[in-house]
């Protein structure tokens, strides 16, 4: 029996050269099929199979120090694997055997899905599978574009008190309710995809029509489709990763930590922009998106990326389909495939975008911490960085800890003037305090334990107050009125709930506060002096002395069961000295806000990206109401400078309470707001002064005051009569002068008419897009000769502008001022015109009606649409390097005025061209 079990044992223990041989050879395979694969297709492609061999089998790992998890392979340096100089190791002779020996070593855990359908092997067609819907995810990106979504970011990637910066690429964020997406220094808000807002009332944005709803619904369920498919392909990725690693460690124990799910997918749109900055470290390309590791991820969650470029030609087969009320068969057959035809010239452009990647231990996960701030200093240079080129429609994803240990960017080429539109949709899986019903419920929790008292719970307050502020309040402000009126059917409810949350937090901070106040003065003796003074303490005395003493109580009865029971030399240190410093971060924190709120980057923006004022009511009662949910109420100051004072009053306090003298007390405020509020116009009572030294005042002296001031109302009431009486005559007599000069007036000079001119600011020329006053006055739109004339005579039916129409003016006639012919993309006119300034400078020659707003975000639209807008491509107006929208106010009536039109007395511009009329 002992040597039966003595042959199980040899039998079960593994042959770790057969392993090592058989490994080798599954290594030595997968890399010669993709050497056959790679020789017989386009060279834009670094992949041409849908799975990646990950590692090598014997090659070594290294540990992180930090928690004992392997790092990535070394790559194996050899004079059989070429490396480029200052450049990076890409997919080509003489490098493609370095190439694939990196990507199965230092780069283990990055996996590529290619587009599918029909490819090339050898002389051979044969069907690939295509594991995403090509078509309608292609179609959803280009209807989210068209409708707004993607918006231009400003980051603060440094903290607060840094410098802010514009996004190079616009973005958008989807995913489940309730989810963000913290990203250098800048809270994105999610678009749920799992929510219907094409129907119901209460999810539709004012100005957006039921169709629109419905289109975004559409596009926001096809990427919710897509993050399914990509969760499923990730599960079968982290198989074969897990097996491999199996492999090479000769262990059938879990090595993989990371699941495949993700909940959020944040949207890149990403153009070949004139002002992109160089790749630093090799010099080759420009850094659409710039180095970086995802953060905010659950630790060892893999990363998925759904790619694909966008041509003009792309785009016009789009519009061309989307007009029509059915797609033509060959597109619909193409569709049912899950596939969709790439046109040549997005072939093409796909070689000038590659992912770079390099490897860079602990830059984000558990051991993020020691890394430090500086994102290089964990780069590993012997490692060489690849870049890979991937064909449109295919996906790659960074598997397990591979984000952990390694840095990627997105680049374009330096030699092309354009290189088509890149969308690139980026699903993660984030960790849980990102969700705001997380917030949500520790705000309710917290909130429910007010009757409670203690240190520790003051502290966990405050850090939430600052939290809900800083962190989500005004995160989602600061990013502006159109970033706001594309969320709020969402996001109303939670924002409103977080303001609520906020106010009883800062209503429970000024209890605090009062608590530890009279808790100093009773200490101080305050409540026990000026008892004897002949005459009994008002009702509110006594209840001021009695709140003192219970404060002074609790706040004893708090010090000796954290103390528990030992002898504290300074017990400030426990209760006041922790909330002083919380009120001092918080003055900090307020004022870095208010910097970066008046960052000069929003100036030359539009004003849709101009922070809002955060809807904070501050020094307002406890007992205040609002009618309006969007608001959060606080009976404290708001300021930096005001907070500061708080603190320094609660510091005076500290000091008084552990010595004993009330010469440290603060001075206390003996008028009660609520008094001065309730009525404004009642005549103010003689204030009580707070002196410790000040006697109250006997019964004689309280009497000879009423009786002074019974005969000082006599008095006034005896001068006040005649005063009126005489008040009347003259107003009387100075309304008929008036009338009398007004009659005499007109009679005598009846030609002349005086236009007084208005005073206006810098602000009245520069109202926003929601500016109420666009439904209530009479508009103008100038424009320079001849193009007025072309667009009443119906050769121009599309006015182009790099502004986009106020929603109200949408349907509601609009006066065509024509000026003269000047300088392209300058007004003529001045911001205010009164009289003859008016009929020397412009003539209103019609009217017109727009229907809608065609949003122009690709140059084929644009030069498509010449007949319909007549701006030449070489024009000034037409579409540039520089370009990234043009809008065009699409006609559907106009008209012409005749001779005997009644004279405009002012224009008064609004908005850059459209003025108000008088």
């Known amino acids: 029996m002992a040597k039966k079990r003595k042959q199980n044992r040899n039998h079960q223990k593994p042959n770790k050269k057969a392993n090592l041989d058989k490994s080798h050879t599954s290594h030595s395979t997968a890399a010669a099929a993709a050497a056959a694969a790679s020789s017989s297709s386009s060279s834009s492609s670094g992949f041409n199979s849908s799975f990646i061999s990950y590692s090598n089998g014997n090659s070594s790992s290294k540990y992180s120090k930090s928690n004992n998890v392997p790092l990535p392979p070394l790559f194996p340096h050899s004079p059989n694997l070429p490396l480029p100089q200052n450049d990076f190791l890409r997919n080509i002779e003489p490098y493609k055997e370095s190439f694939r020996t990196a990507i199965d070593t230092s780069y283990e855990g990055f996996a590529v899905d290619q587009p599918g359908g029909l490819e090339k092997k050898g002389r051979k067609k044969c069907e690939s599978p295509s594991y995403f819907q090509h078509h309608d995810v292609q179609k959803a990106l280009l209807k989210m574009d068209q409708h707004g979504l993607f918006r231009t970011d400003v980051t603060q990637p440094f903290g607060l008190g840094t410098k802010c910066a514009k996004t190079y690429v616009t973005r958008c964020l989807l995913g489940e309710e309730g989810t963000t997406y913290k990203y250098l220094g800048l809270r994105m808000f999610a678009h749920p995809w799992n929510i219907d807002i094409g129907n119901g009332t209460n999810t539709t944005n004012e100005?957006?029509?039921?169709?629109?709803?419905?289109?975004?619904?559409?596009?926001?369920?096809?990427?919710?489709?897509?993050?399914?498919?990509?969760?499923?392909r990730t599960?079968?990725?982290?198989?074969?990763?897990?097996?491999?690693?199996?492999?090479?460690?000769?262990?059938?124990?879990?090595?993989i930590k990371g699941r495949a799910k993700y909940d959020v997918a944040l949207i890149n749109r990403m153009t070949n922009a004139p002002d992109l900055k160089k790749e630093p470290t090799m010099g080759k390309g420009k850094c659409s998106v710039s180095w970086h590791a995802d953060s905010s991820l659950e630790h060892f969650s893999s990363i998925a990326v759904y790619h694909t470029i966008v041509s003009d030609e792309d785009i016009a087969k789009e519009e061309a389909a989307s007009n029509e009320e059915e797609i033509s068969r060959s597109t619909q057959k193409q569709a049912n495939k899950n596939s969709l035809p790439v046109s040549n010239e997005a072939t093409e452009l796909a070689t000038k975008w590659s992912i770079a990647m390099r490897v860079a231990h602990d830059?984000?996960?558990?051991?993020?911490?020691?890394?430090?701030?500086?994102?290089?200093?964990?780069?590993?240079?012997?490692?060489?960085?690849?870049?890979?080129?991937?064909?449109?429609?295919?996906?790659?994803?960074?598997?397990?800890?591979?984000?952990?240990?390694?840095?990627?960017?997105?680049?374009?080429?330096?030699?092309?003037?354009?290189?088509?539109?890149?969308?690139?949709?980026?699903?993660?899986?984030?960790?849980?305090?990102?969700n705001v019903n997380f917030m949500l419920e520790r705000c309710r929790v917290t909130c429910s334990q007010f009757h409670k008292k203690g240190p520790k719970l003051w502290r966990s307050e405050q850090l939430l107050l600052s939290n809900i502020e800083s962190e989500w309040i005004r995160q989602f402000y600061i990013q502006g009125e159109g970033h706001k009126k594309n969320l709020w059917k969402y996001w109303e409810q939670p924002m409103c709930q977080l303001l609520n949350y906020w106010g009883q937090l800062e209503k429970r901070t000024k209890q605090v506060l009062d608590?530890?106040?009279?808790?100093?003065?009773?200490?101080?003796?305050?409540?026990?002096?000026?008892?004897?003074?002949?005459?009994?303490?008002?009702?509110?005395?006594?209840?001021?002395?009695?709140?003192?003493?219970?404060?002074?109580?609790?706040?004893?009865?708090?010090?000796?069961?954290?103390?528990?029971?030992?002898?504290?030399?300074?017990?400030?240190?426990?209760?006041?000295?922790?909330?002083?410093?919380?009120?001092?971060?918080?003055?900090?924190?307020?004022?870095?806000?208010?910097?970066?709120?008046?960052?000069?980057?929003?100036?030359?923006?539009?004003?849709?990206?101009?922070?809002?004022?955060?809807?904070?009511?501050f020094d307002h009662l406890d007992n205040a109401k609002s009618a309006d949910k969007e608001v959060g109420i606080s009976p404290l100051g708001g300021t930096s400078k005001q907070l500061t004072k708080i603190c320094q009053e609660l510091k005076m306090c500290a000091r008084a309470f552990l010595s004993r003298d009330g010469n440290h007390l603060p001075a206390m405020k003996t008028v009660l707001v609520a008094s001065q509020q309730a009525d404004s116009t009642r005549s103010p009572e003689p204030l009580q002064s707070s002196s410790n030294d000040e006697k109250r005042e006997g019964s004689v002296v309280k009497e000879k005051r009423e009786k002074d001031k019974e005969l000082l109302t006599k008095k006034i009431d005896e001068v006040k009569e005649p005063l009126a009486a005489t008040q009347q005559t003259q107003e009387t007599t100075k309304k008929t002068l008036k009338s009398e000069e007004s009659k005499k007036t007109t009679e005598e000079t009846p030609a002349i008419i005086l236009i007084k001119r208005p005073r206006t600011t810098e602000s009245d020329h520069r109202k926003d897009l929601d500016w109420k006053g666009w439904k209530s006055v009479k508009i103008g739109l100038e424009m320079q000769n001849p193009w007025g004339r072309k667009l009443l005579d119906g050769t121009k039916t599309i006015e182009t502008r790099a502004y986009d129409l106020p929603k109200s003016l949408i349907g509601k006639k609009i006066d065509i001022l024509q000026s003269k012919g000047g300088k392209d993309c300058v007004s003529g006119l001045s911001n205010v015109m009164v009289g003859e300034e008016i009929t020397n400078a412009v003539?209103?020659?019609?009217?017109?009606?727009?229907?809608?707003?065609?949003?122009?975000?690709?140059?084929?639209?644009?030069?498509?649409?010449?007949?319909?807008?007549?701006?030449?491509?070489?024009?000034?107006?037409?579409?540039?390097?520089?370009?990234?929208?043009?809008?065009?106010?699409?006609?559907?009536?106009?008209?012409?005025?005749?001779?005997?039109?009644?004279?405009?007395?002012v224009l008064l511009r609004r908005m850059r061209s459209l003025f108000e009329i008088q």
């Not at 707003?853 to 030069?863: C, H, L, P, Q």
Request: aromatic share 8%; with cysteine.
């Open 207 to 232: 100005g957006t029509s039921s169709d629109e709803g419905k289109e975004i619904n559409t596009a926001l369920n096809a990427i919710s489709t897509l993050n399914q498919n990509l969760t499923g």
């Open 363 to 434: 830059s984000e996960g558990p051991g993020a911490s020691r890394r430090g701030s500086n994102i290089d200093s964990s780069v590993i240079n012997d490692s060489p960085a690849v870049a890979v080129s991937l064909p449109p429609q295919s996906a790659y994803y960074l598997l397990d800890d591979f984000n952990h240990h390694h840095q990627h960017s997105v680049l374009v080429n330096n030699d092309v003037a354009s290189a088509g539109v890149r969308f690139a949709s980026t699903h993660r899986l984030l960790r849980e305090g990102h």
């Open 843 to 905: 003539q209103p020659i019609g009217w017109a009606i727009f229907a809608r707003v065609e949003v122009y975000r690709y140059k084929g639209k644009f030069i498509a649409d010449e007949k319909k807008h007549c701006v030449e491509q070489s024009s000034n107006y037409g579409w540039n390097d520089d370009t990234n929208v043009i809008y065009g106010w699409v006609v559907s009536k106009c008209g012409r005025y005749g001779k005997k039109r009644k004279k405009a007395k």
């Open 515 to 617: 608590l530890l106040t009279n808790a100093a003065f009773a200490r101080c003796g305050e409540h026990e002096k000026n008892k004897t003074n002949g005459e009994p303490p008002s009702k509110a005395e006594r209840k001021q002395r009695e709140k003192q003493k219970k404060a002074l109580a609790t706040v004893e009865d708090l010090i000796r069961r954290t103390a528990g029971g030992s002898n504290i030399d300074d017990p400030t240190e426990i209760l006041y000295q922790p909330i002083c410093v919380l009120l001092e971060e918080r003055a900090k924190m307020r004022s870095l806000w208010t910097q970066r709120e008046n960052e000069g980057v929003f100036k030359g923006m539009e004003s849709e990206y101009w922070p809002l004022d955060v809807p904070f009511k």
């Open 235 to 255: 599960q079968t990725h982290l198989k074969g990763l897990e097996q491999t690693r199996q492999r090479r460690n000769y262990s059938s124990h879990p090595c």
